[in-house]
């Protein structure tokens, strides 16, 4: 199965920060790459397609970039609602699959 | 309103079989790929399985690959996975999610979610 590398897996951050998650592919998955965010207790919810398209509804403040093996979220002026667990997905091969997960805790 | 609803977990002894359903509602369920994805406690997303809209594609992590079998009614909104042989590694909470596009592929990003059903396989 293709893999997918997250880092990091946690990371401490204050409201009103910029921080940026990295994930790296196994092989070329083209652009075919989305971020999910999940809070406790919660299914994940879809944040960027596409590595870059903001899903309808999201903020603004984040935002997706990269193509190939290398992609990153980033997520502008940290909200208090935005600490959570993020994930990344690929979906170019079956079966899909997640990065480890990045914990984003409030310092 | 789009709605996926997971129903059919449990605790089942090792070795022995469950089927999960996940009921669609509120969108046409055959333009839609569909996949399965469990979250062990404390633990990161996997996905289990996917399926293309008419069934002609399917993908399983290596994982459960030839012990898990998933399928689709359209003509019932429904998504299925069969689960045989289970192990104390299954234990999760088991997801089904819908294909962002109309397109119908299995290879999509995930845009709606259930609230999952838990699987405990424990002697």
């Known amino acids: 199965d293709l893999q997918m590398t997250q880092t990091p897996s946690s990371l401490s951050a204050s409201v009103g920060d910029r921080v940026t998650i990295t994930c790296q592919a196994s092989?070329?998955?083209?652009?075919?790459l989305s971020w999910y965010q999940q809070r406790p207790g919660k299914p994940p919810n879809l944040l960027i397609y596409?590595?870059?398209i903001l899903e309808t509804g999201v903020p603004s403040r984040f935002s997706g970039r990269g193509s190939g093996t290398y992609f990153t979220l980033t997520i502008n002026s940290l909200q208090p609602e935005d600490f959570a667990t993020y994930y990344c997905q690929q979906y170019d091969d079956l079966p899909i699959t997640f990065g480890q997960g990045t914990r984003l805790e409030i310092k | 309103e789009v709605r996926l609803v997971e129903s059919g977990g449990g605790v089942v002894r090792p070795g022995g079989s469950l089927r999960l359903t996940c009921l669609a509602s509120?969108?046409?369920?055959?333009?839609?790929?569909m996949m399965w994805v469990r979250q062990a406690p404390g633990k990161g997303l996997e996905c289990v399985s996917g399926?293309?809209?008419?069934?002609?594609?399917?993908g399983y992590a290596d994982s459960v690959k030839g012990r898990f079998t998933i399928s689709r009614d359209n003509a019932k909104n429904s998504l299925y996975l069969e689960m045989n042989s289970l192990r104390a590694e299954d234990t999760a909470l088991y997801y089904c999610?819908?294909?962002?596009?109309?397109?119908?592929?299995?290879?999509?990003?995930?845009?709606?979610w259930g609230q999952g059903t838990w699987v405990t396989v424990s002697s």
């Open positions: 999610a819908r294909g962002r596009s109309t397109t119908g592929t299995a290879n999509d990003a995930f845009d709606i």
């Open positions: 509120g969108f046409t369920f055959d333009d839609y790929g």
């Open positions: 399926i293309n809209w008419k069934s002609a594609k399917t």
């Open positions: 092989q070329d998955i083209n652009k075919f």
């Open positions: 596409d590595a870059s």
